[in-house]
């Protein structure tokens, strides 16, 4: 007689279990002699997990370089606002995640999708006539990675194919490519600030397009879309169908001059899911506290998508408890001026970046207006002993210590992304090294080029 552990129906997160018992009919089998199977030890990687790959981590790992040991290192890489220390988060934030973990009330589960009164909290912060929000509206994620993830999960099918920026975030990629999904890239122009070719990317939709990505304000571009051109955004997404993936995690880092529009208040028809989280606004990427907005106000989605969502929630039951506990306060008692420290040193150090390197031969920088970064283009014409920005970087790493991203690792060959986090002096130095680099390797001619973000 056999023994077997069956679950039934219960309630909570530990359903009863009732032991059973059923009989074998038939001949006793006995342990190792499977019928027509010889035992031996085959052990392999999925194909998910062969299907996956970092471009990021591909190019940097290949990069077998060491710095020039008389020069101290700075790293210009790195997306992490608080590497050097110089961006803490707000004494309001630290305080809420102590007063949570010493309530001891948080140390459980949660429902998969967050708890219902930090649900509540997200949608009344981002709430409003524009864009109406309820705590049914919002699932809370594990950083806004997973939200990203979640969001392409339940919108495209293996063999559907989405469309993703060129340059972009390589995590789109990497997602989609593990998930059996075709990742078509559509064109960014720098000489616009960035704007999307929108003749390009409609001719990229066909029958299998699940859906549009959509980020803003951009990594690694720091651009920021103008209303107008968002608008154009959404009448190319209307035509076609195609819902939209707003990665909006920089939403409000933006410069003085600009003004951030989240994309799901200029429509009405396009269904959105709008992906954010505290990583950057809040400075604290560590905390994997992210969360999916939910717009549909045509009821285009239905229940199929949020149970969608709620089913794909359940695999990892959500993200950390101890800080959804401490969301509402996060969000409702961060004072305004820690958000504007953010960005006038961000701005300082974006302007700063720009005019050192807009005065050096053979690079075009293009100016930010928002966000963390600025990509610079390397007049390879300039350079010719370097075959491509890849090389360019490698060479300036053993030069000069200073380790920017080629931006090969964002399908934008010839460029290199700054991150504009670093201390200010860190900044200038940097820059000082790069000239220094360019001056050496520089032949012929010199430029320079100014984008602002379309006001």
């Known amino acids: 007689m056999d023994s077997y552990l069956i679950q039934v129906n219960g309630h909570g997160d530990h359903a009863p279990m009732r032991d059973v018992h059923l009989k074998n009919s038939g001949n006793t089998i006995s342990p190792g002699k499977v019928k027509g199977r010889k035992p031996r030890w085959a052990v392999r990687a999925s194909e998910m997990s062969k299907k996956t790959f970092n471009p990021v981590r591909a190019i940097v790992d290949s990069m077998k370089v060491e710095p020039n040991p008389k020069k101290a290192m700075i790293s ?159 009448a190319v997404a209307s035509r076609q169908c195609v819902p939209i993936l707003a990665d909006e995690i920089y939403g409000d880092m933006v410069f003085a001059d600009c003004k951030y529009e989240p994309i799901a208040t200029l429509s009405t028809n396009v269904p959105i899911l709008s992906c954010g989280g505290l990583a950057k606004r809040w400075l604290v990427p560590g905390w994997r506290m992210g969360w999916i907005l939910i717009h549909d106000r045509r009821d285009i989605f239905g229940n199929e998508i949020r149970d969608g969502l709620l089913r794909l929630s359940q695999r990892i039951l959500g993200p950390c408890t101890i800080v959804q506990g401490a969301l509402e306060h996060i969000l409702n008692r961060t004072p305004p001026e820690f958000y504007h420290n953010t960005l006038s040193i961000l701005k300082s150090n974006a302007d700063l970046c720009y005019a050192a390197l807009s005065a050096i031969p053979g690079l075009q920088p293009v100016r930010p207006a928002g966000a963390m970064y600025l990509m610079v283009e390397i007049e390879m014409e300039h350079f010719p002993e370097f075959e491509n920005d890849v090389e360019f970087t490698e060479r300036l790493i053993s030069e000069q210590s200073v380790f920017c991203l080629p931006a090969t690792c964002f399908e934008y060959p010839n460029f290199f992304r700054v991150v504009i986090t670093v201390p200010e002096e860190m900044i200038l130095e940097a820059c000082s090294r790069i000239q220094e680099f360019c001056e050496m390797h520089y032949q012929g001619a010199e430029g320079g080029q100014d984008l602002e973000c379309d006001k």
């Open 76 to 234: 210009l890489s790195l997306g992490d606002p608080t590497v050097f220390g110089n961006l803490p988060t707000n004494d309001e934030v630290t305080r809420a995640v102590k007063e949570v973990l010493d309530s001891g009330q948080y140390n459980g589960y949660a429902p998969s999708v967050g708890y219902q009164s930090c649900r509540e909290a997200v949608a009344a912060y981002y709430n409003c006539p524009e864009a109406p929000l309820k705590a049914q509206d919002v699932i809370l994620t594990s950083g806004c990675s997973q939200a990203i993830e979640l969001a392409l999960a339940v919108l495209a099918n293996p063999g559907q194919n989405i469309l993703v920026p060129r340059p972009g975030f390589s995590l789109y990629k990497t997602l989609a490519l593990s998930m059996g999904i075709e990742v078509k890239l559509y064109n960014l122009l720098p000489e616009k600030a960035w704007e999307i070719d929108l003749e390009h990317l409609e001719s990229l939709v066909d029958e299998k397009t699940a859906c549009l990505i959509v980020n803003n304000p951009s990594n690694p571009c720091g651009s920021v879309f103008s209303k107008s051109h968002l608008q154009e955004i959404l």
